[in-house]
């Protein structure tokens, strides 16, 4: 069966600090991957997809990114982070044949 | 009018008693309707996956999908606390699209 596994689940980081928050999948081969936000009443947020190694697309211009360095890696950073980079990150994957699962999450609290 | 409805709750409703989640949308080219729970601090858990409308049940859920209507359904059967959680609706055209997530409602199942 799959798994996927996100970490760390709590991070408290100052203003412009860098960030590094890591994905993994294991059980299947090729998954799309994706990065997701939610806020409080505001729903979930697509951050990044990923269909392949290398291949990154983002859904919204901020001061994130994300990189795919290997075929069940995901990985989102930030140089230095803002106040508004606070939330509950979400790193997911699907197939064509496999509905969309999630991890359990990060919460990211910026001081 | 925004692609997915679904109203934020909170829904309190007693142990044992069936619970009705709803959804609307506005895209008649969705094919395919999810239903995930989210407990707090943790990802979403798929539930049910449909394709196209009519019925589907697993246990105690069953997922209804009326397309000309454009209202999917939700119900769970002799509710448990342990049912409490925040129910998100999600839908998309075709297997490999983009999905679009409700805001999710939050069920309360008092003992």
């Known amino acids: 069966s799959q798994t996927i596994h996100q970490w760390p689940a709590t991070l408290v980081q100052p203003v412009g600090s860098p960030l590094s928050l890591e994905c993994t999948v294991e059980g299947t081969s090729n998954p799309n991957l994706y990065w997701y936000r939610q806020a409080a009443g505001r729903g979930l947020q697509l951050l990044f997809y990923?269909?392949?190694?290398?291949?990154i697309s983002s859904e919204v211009p901020q001061n994130l990114s994300a990189s795919r360095p290997q075929d069940r890696q995901f990985i989102l950073s930030s140089k230095k982070l803002l106040l508004s980079d606070s939330g509950f990150y979400l790193c997911?994957?699907?197939?064509?044949?496999?509905?969309?699962?999630f991890g359990d999450g990060t919460r990211l609290s910026i001081l | 009018q925004k692609e997915v409805e679904q109203d934020p709750g909170p829904l309190s409703v007693p142990e044992g008693a069936i619970v009705s989640l709803n959804c609307t949308y506005s895209n008649s080219a969705f094919q395919y309707f999810m239903w995930y729970r989210q407990y707090s601090r943790k990802g979403p858990e798929l539930l049910m996956y449909?394709?196209?409308?009519g019925n589907k049940e697993d246990g105690r859920f069953t997922a209804q999908v009326d397309k000309s209507s454009k209202y999917i359904s939700l119900f769970i059967r002799d509710s448990q606390p342990s049912d409490s959680a925040t129910y998100l609706c999600?839908?998309?055209?075709?297997?490999?699209?983009?999905?679009?997530f409700g805001k999710g409602t939050r069920l309360h199942i008092l003992p």
């Open positions: 990923s269909v392949g190694i290398g291949q």
């Open positions: 999600a839908m998309t055209v075709n297997r490999d699209d983009k999905i679009i």
């Open positions: 449909t394709y196209s409308s």
């Open positions: 997911a994957w699907d197939t064509y044949y496999q509905p969309q699962h």
